[in-house]
T-cell receptor, first 117, second 115 residues
Framework: GAVVSQHPSRVICKSGTSVKIECRSLDFQATTMFWYRQFPKKSLMLMATSNEGSKATYEQGVEKDKFLINHASLTLSTLTVTSAHPEDSSFYIC?????????????FGPGTRLTVL | EDQVTQSPEALRLQEGESSSLNCSYTVSGLRGLFWYRQDPGKGPEFLFTLYSAGEEKEKERLKATLTKKESFLHITAPKPEDSATYLCAVQARVRSGAGSYQLTFGKGTKLSVIP
């Protein structure tokens, strides 16, 4: 149980194009999903919190116009990297929060490796 | 500000050589302490949640313990397949500005188990 998928797993794009990454909770509903970025040999950096049916909340320093987040349903959140540049190349990971009583556990997707040429 | 410090950064063990990973934390009211395992090029995999000092949880060769200031992940008789980066994260009782319970992660301990 508590499976989260991400698609695509890898994407290579040209500078200036946009890329959409999907995050799905397969066997539970998630009111809240999170988007992280991870640099090589570094820990996870929270980019934004995505709440179903409302606007995402971005962490300080994250450009909301560059990283568009949509959480249209209780099982799907999308991250669109707009006008991508080489510095946007990174490993992007989503998580979905499963609430049970007084516990909120984040289950992570397998990640998406983005390379911008 | 919540902080999590993991040590050591890297640990090499011979197969069967037991050891412990440390996670020290400061948090404004602990709601939960989480352990995850991350393999290269993959997302973190949930292992345990600990809620209060004195609590212990086990899964196969892993045992997690919690005090008021730190958590330990004990690995008993590790196997090569236990090689991974182990991440510790804390969740505070106070919701974030986004209205959610966020995780604050440590930088992880990279464990290598040599056959």
């Amino acid at each position: 149980g508590a499976v989260v998928s991400q698609h695509p797993s890898r994407v290579i794009c040209k500078s200036g194009t946009s890329v959409k990454i999907e995050c799905r909770s397969l066997d539970f509903q998630a009111t809240t999903m999170f988007w992280y970025r991870q640099f090589p040999k570094k820990s996870l950096m929270l980019m934004a919190t995505s709440n179903e049916g409302s606007k995402a909340t971005y962490e300080q320093g994250v450009e909301k116009d560059k990283f568009l987040i949509n959480h249209a349903s209780l099982t799907l959140s999308t991250l669109t990297v707009t006008s991508a540049h080489p510095e946007d190349s990174s490993f992007y990971i989503c998580s979905a929060s499963l609430s049970s009583g007084s516990t909120d556990t984040q289950y992570f997707g397998p990640g998406t490796r983005l390379t911008v040429l | 500000e919540d902080q999590v410090t993991q040590s050591p950064e890297a640990l090499r063990l011979q197969e069967g050589e037991s050891s412990s990973l440390n996670c020290s934390y400061t948090v404004s009211g602990l709601r939960g302490l989480f352990w995850y395992r991350q393999d290269p090029g993959k997302g973190p995999e949930f292992l345990f949640t600990l809620y209060s000092a004195g609590e212990e949880k086990e899964k196969e060769r892993l045992k997690a313990t919690l005090t008021k200031k730190e958590s330990f992940l004990h690995i008993t008789a590790p196997k090569p397949e236990d090689s991974a980066t182990y991440l510790c994260a804390v969740q505070a009782r106070v919701r974030s500005g986004a209205g959610s319970y966020q995780l604050t992660f440590g930088k992880g301990t990279k464990l290598s188990v040599i056959p």
